[in-house]
């Protein structure tokens, strides 16, 4: 049973210092310039702007055009938003429509008591008080996240009539009953 380590290695691994005499190439010897002759590199950096300076584009021209929008519009009392997809010419109007149709289409809840794209405003957000107008683009709004609200009726003599904004049934809120919340900390104490 031979036990020697000159067995367990090959006949080419017997003289140590032999392999050392075969040194990187990298780092000894040959010379890089030569070495980048011999190697063959696929061309991996196409020209990209080759086909538009062919073509005469200016870099404004070569700017992309948005052509749909995506934006969240949260219903009041809903747990998330609804996402609708729009084009940035459409109005406030046809966001709102398209938001409520979407959000009775999928089901939502709490149920909204109707379908009529009039009978909602769309803000900012909850904490805005005065609504957008129908007829501004939406590309010209700055936000891409709203908040839709039901109008609240204001009965006058037998008549439902429509507000026209938050902010005039905050202001209407704040004369009726600007210290209430005085009372309920009465209650509390």
């Not at 020697?4 to 290695?9: A, D, G, N, T």
């Not at 219903?75 to 084009?87: A, D, K, Y």
């Not at 891409?144 to 009965?155: D, E, G, W």
Request: glycine letters at 6%; one cysteine or more.
């Amino acid at each position: 049973m031979p036990t020697s380590k000159i067995h367990r290695r090959g006949p080419e691994e017997k003289n140590r210092r032999g392999k050392l005499t075969q040194k990187s190439s990298s780092f000894h010897g040959l010379n890089q310039v030569s070495m980048a002759a011999e190697l063959r590199r696929p061309k991996t950096l196409p020209d990209l702007l080759s086909s538009k300076n062919a073509a005469g584009t200016t870099a404004q021209e070569g700017r992309p055009r948005l052509t749909k929008l995506l934006l969240n519009v949260t219903i009041q009392g809903s747990l998330g938003p609804v996402q609708v997809v729009m084009t940035p010419e459409s109005m406030v109007s046809d966001l709102i429509a398209a938001a409520v149709r979407l959000y009775a289409k999928e089901g939502r809840r709490p149920i909204l008591p109707t379908t009529d794209s009039s009978m909602f405003d769309l803000h900012y957000s909850q904490f805005s008080l005065e609504s957008l107008d129908r007829e501004e683009k939406l590309m010209a709004l700055g936000s891409r996240n709203f908040f839709l609200c039901s109008k609240k009726t204001a009965v006058d003599g037998g008549t439902t009539t429509p507000s026209s904004s938050c902010s005039k049934q905050a202001e209407k809120a704040s004369k009726t009953g600007g210290f209430a919340w005085l009372k309920f900390m009465d209650f509390l104490l």
